[in-house]
Structures are given as C-alpha cells and as structure tokens.
C-alpha cells in the first residue's frame, strides 16, 4: 500500500519561511522520484519542484530562488523548504511520486496572509 504523508503546512506571512515533510511508505523510496505540486480552488494543480533519485531537481520559475526540495533517504522523506513566500504561493501543497503508478498524499494547506 504506497502512502504519502504530508505535514508542516500553516498560516505564515509574507517574507516568512515553512518547512513541508513527506513521508512514503510502500515503494522504493531510493529509486523513486518525488515532486510537489501546488493547486488553488477553480486551477489546475502544477509542478513545484521535482528531485529525482540521483539528487538533480528542477523548478517552476515562479518559485526558483526561494524554494528548495530535497530528499532523506534513510528517513524516506521529501522536503520542501519555502522561504521568501508570498501571498500568491497559497495554495495546498501535495507530494507525489512516480513509482510503479502515480500517486498523490493528501495535501498540506499553506496560507501566506499579513
């Protein structure tokens, strides 16, 4: 049974940082890539940023420079560190990987408001 566990969404304001975890369980999380993806009410959901197993990521433009994903292997756990944010980055976050099918966790709210 493949799971991802999202966690460390909240209410922050502008200029300030969060941290986004997750966890997977039930693939190999060593040869897996991992992704987070953002979506508002009424857009569709886009790409955040990727890691692939062998380290090497990519970004949306809008969030290069302010964002940074990277991977434990040991703990099987993607992270995603958000700083700088903004209120345009609102949205909830969700973790993904490829595996053998695709799958999505459950999504972690991130409020950036003053």
């Known amino acids: 049974q493949v799971q991802l566990v999202e966690s460390g969404g909240g209410l922050v304001q502008p200029g300030g940082s969060l941290r986004l975890s997750c966890a997977a369980s039930?693939?190999?999380?060593?040869?897996?890539?991992m992704g987070w993806y953002r979506q508002v009410p009424g857009k569709q959901r886009d790409l955040v940023a990727v890691i692939t197993s062998g380290g090497s990521t990519n970004y949306a433009q809008s969030v290069k420079g302010r964002f940074t994903i990277s991977r434990d292997n040991a703990k099987n756990t993607v992270y995603l560190q958000m700083n700088s944010l903004k209120p345009e980055d609102t949205a909830v976050y969700y973790c993904?990987?490829?595996?053998?099918?695709?799958?999505w966790g459950q999504g972690t709210q991130v409020t950036v408001s003053s």
């Open positions: 993904y990987t490829s595996g053998s099918g695709d799958y």
């Open positions: 039930g693939i190999i999380f060593s040869i897996s890539v």
